[in-house]
């Protein structure tokens, strides 16, 4: 639930608000940059949010193909503010984006909607495309290790550590049978290969018997 500013509540239940969307960016470097969809700038929170961007919400992460806390937001190039050259030069990786709801009439009065950090940029003629990651995206991150039977080491990395100029055109396909011995190498081998798998649930059952259930 979000909280919204008394004065601000007021003013939408008398009907004298007007809204728009903004958006404050902020690059690593510390440059902060705002947009807004009002056909005017607009300066909230000491930042001038210019009108001439062309910023869109996008799609959000409730659209067919993007995964919790993914969205994107796209514009148009502004010399006086993102730059294609800018883009390019990478200074967007990274940069914070939080997009505000706004009474134009009375810009001190906001309500946040949601923040984000910009996951990947890319240009498209004249304008933008920002891929944005927000807080939800962690829930999709592995944390640790996943236990399995193959290994998962990089062939050669040093958590591998083969000597691959040792073993010329050879590849491995990450079996423990493989990695002991083809390479000698089983007291590095980053998998559980006594895990048990899919296949464990079959051993019980035995030939010549029925096995429909009937001895539950």
């Known amino acids: 639930m979000r909280a919204v500013p008394s004065d601000l509540a007021a003013r939408l239940e008398s009907g004298a608000a007007g809204l728009c969307h903004v958006w404050i960016l902020t690059r690593a470097d510390g440059v902060v940059l705002g947009f807004t969809d009002h056909d005017r700038d607009l300066t909230v ?25 993914q969205a994107a ?8 503010a993102l730059t294609e050259a800018d883009l390019a030069a990478g200074l967007y990786d990274g940069a914070r984006v ?39 995206a962690a829930l ?23 000597d691959v100029a040792a073993f010329p055109g050879a590849a491995c396909d990450k079996r423990w049978a493989t990695c002991r011995a083809v390479f000698g190498n089983g007291t590095n081998f980053r998998g559980f290969p006594t895990a048990p798998g899919e296949d464990f649930l079959t051993l019980y059952p035995t030939e010549g018997e029925r096995n429909d259930g009937g001895r539950r």
């Open 140 to 162: 999709d991150r592995v944390a640790g290790r996943t236990f399995g039977r193959s290994c998962d080491a990089v062939f050669g990395d040093a958590r591998c550590g083969v």
């Open 73 to 80: 937001a796209a514009g148009g190039f502004d010399d006086a």
């Open 45 to 69: 929170d000491g930042v001038t949010c210019k009108a001439a961007s062309g910023w869109t919400a996008g799609a959000s992460e409730t659209a067919a193909g993007f995964t919790a806390g």
């Open 98 to 136: 939080a997009c505000r709801v706004v009474d134009w009439s009375a810009p001190g009065l906001s309500v946040p909607l949601w923040s984000a950090r910009v996951t990947a940029a890319k240009a498209e003629g004249a304008a933008f495309t920002l891929s944005l990651e927000g807080p939800l």
